[in-house]
């Protein structure tokens, strides 16, 4: 059974997702490497990075950290005219530049791997306004999982053969959200519910296993169909 142990890296760890994904391979007898800002480690920090990667060798890399601004009830409201220029700054840095990053020290250190990235299904549409009560949602989210699409594309050319990198692009995810956002959600998609936080699961083991070894350079849309009209 040892033989079949999976060495798995999982940043974002303590997030809703991530939480999920290391629940899930540790079930399994997987030894899982939770990397998370709530844990002390800031991958913003490249000698970090840097040295932690090179402590730490694993076969795969599922990368669930980024910068969000969650629907909750204390948000501020504001549209794209107040955004603050840092803000955006700050999505990209987190989001694209410490992603590339993470990806390029594990592949430094490791061979014969994978790695799974996360968009949005806001990198590929633009939020919809009335699912914000008025407020936008911040430019900076989107353009930047826009960017995690062809960082995944770009990675999965220059690190091959060696290192495949895939890219999951979730829809919403079933969360604190509250009741109306829930149901305004729910109607603008085909499956007419969000997504339960287990249901990227199997597909995460798949794109870390041999199952999926010829599969490089791909998006997985799983978004129940909201991208789709």
């Not at 699912?131 to 900076?140: E, M, P, T």
């Not at 109607?187 to 199952?211: A, F, G, Q, V």
Request: with cysteine.
């Amino acid at each position: 059974n040892n033989k079949k142990m999976k060495k798995i890296i999982v940043t974002g760890s303590e997030g809703l997702i991530g939480t999920e994904i290391c629940k899930y391979f540790e079930k399994n007898n997987n030894k899982v490497y939770r990397l998370d800002l709530k844990l002390g480690h800031d991958l913003n920090d490249e000698e970090f990075v840097k040295s932690w990667f090179k402590k730490n060798p694993a076969k795969y890399l599922v990368n669930c950290f980024a910068l969000n601004d969650a629907v909750q009830s204390d948000r501020k409201k504001g549209t794209l005219f107040d955004f603050p220029l840092e803000t955006f700054l700050k999505y990209l840095n987190v989001n694209l530049v410490s992603l590339f990053s993470v990806c390029r020290e594990f592949a430094r250190n490791n061979n014969k791997t994978s790695i799974v990235n996360f968009s949005s299904t806001y990198g590929i549409v633009s939020p919809k306004p009335e699912l914000y009560d008025g407020s936008h949602k911040d430019v900076g989210y989107g353009v930047s999982k826009a960017g995690v699409v062809n960082l995944t594309k770009y990675l999965a050319v220059h690190l091959a053969p060696s290192t495949r990198v895939n890219c999951v692009i979730p829809g919403g995810v079933l969360s604190k959200q509250n009741k109306k956002f829930i149901e305004s959600y729910s109607k603008l998609t085909p499956m007419k519910r969000m997504m339960k936080k287990t249901e990227l699961n199997e597909l995460i083991d798949y794109l870390c296993s041999e199952k999926s070894s010829y599969v490089t350079g791909s998006s997985f849309t799983v978004d129940g169909g909201y991208t789709t009209w």
